[in-house]
């Protein structure tokens, strides 16, 4: 698999901002969609953006002007910026990279990061 290996969580007031980072083991230059996903406590894990290799975005509806999700093909990263923070984003966030081929190599899994914790205080 892509090993996928997330930074930038903590702890953070309402209204505060966190940049979350992931790193890839690979180039991520042919990998079409990176996706944050975030899992809080007694929820299923869900989808929060996702980013193309053509720089195309989409959002979860309740980060929709609060999040923004970036790719550095040089630094083989992603990143997910959360600004407005509430206590709802509270979670677990998650670095996904879909199964497929990339840079002539097949990878039949899709690749989770070991995730990192967001905690919003109120």
């Known amino acids: 698999q892509v090993q996928l290996v997330e930074s930038g969580g903590g702890l953070v007031q309402a209204g505060g901002s966190l940049r979350l980072s992931c790193a890839a083991s690979?180039?991520?230059?042919?990998?079409?969609?990176m996706g944050w996903y975030r899992q809080a406590p007694g929820k299923q894990r869900e989808l929060v953006a996702v980013?193309?290799?053509?720089?195309?975005?989409n959002y979860v509806h309740s980060v929709k002007g609060r999040f923004t999700i970036s790719r550095d093909n040089a630094k083989n990263t992603v990143f997910l910026q959360m600004n407005s923070l509430n206590s709802e984003d509270t979670a677990v966030y998650y670095c996904?990279?879909?199964?497929?081929?990339?840079?002539?190599?097949?990878?039949?899994?899709?690749?989770w990061g070991q995730g990192t914790q967001v905690t919003v205080s109120s």
């Open positions: 980013i193309t290799s053509g720089g195309s975005t």
């Open positions: 690979i180039s991520i230059f042919s990998i079409n969609a």
């Open positions: 996904h990279v879909p199964g497929g081929y990339y840079s002539g190599t097949y990878y039949p899994e899709e690749s």
